[in-house]
């Protein structure tokens, strides 16, 4: 088992930046998935990036090349570095974890872009 504690969100004009961060309550080396997921008002929640143990990544089309997912082990962290953001970039974010023991969501962080 493990919590998942998402941090970073904040309210950004469009073109901006943003680092989210998502501490694990224990060691994440072993962990293979590793994801951050969104949610805008009114729609789904949708894979925004993933990183496997091995550090293989993988991205949804609309953020490809502006968005960067990375993990620290040592620190049990997980980043998503959000470049040029754009207002449809607005939504909820959620980090999560895929273990033997089954899917461990954060809290979620509210990220928020104006145009």
């Known amino acids: 088992q493990v919590q998942l504690v998402e941090s970073g969100g904040a309210l950004v004009q469009a073109g901006g930046s943003l680092r989210l961060s998502c501490a694990a309550s224990?060691?994440?080396?072993?962990?293979?998935?590793m994801g951050w997921y969104r949610q805008a008002p009114g729609k789904q929640r949708e894979l925004v990036a993933s990183?496997?143990?091995?550090?293989?990544?993988n991205y949804a089309d609309s953020v490809k090349d502006r968005f960067t997912i990375s993990r620290d082990n040592a620190k049990n962290t997980v980043y998503l570095q959000m470049n040029s953001l754009k207002p449809e970039d607005t939504a909820v974010y959620y980090c999560?974890?895929?273990?033997?023991?089954?899917?461990?969501w954060g809290q979620g962080t509210q990220v928020t872009v104006s145009s």
């Open positions: 999560r974890a895929i273990l033997a023991t089954g899917s461990y």
């Open positions: 224990s060691s994440i080396r072993s962990i293979n998935f």
């Open positions: 990183i496997t143990s091995g550090g293989i990544t």
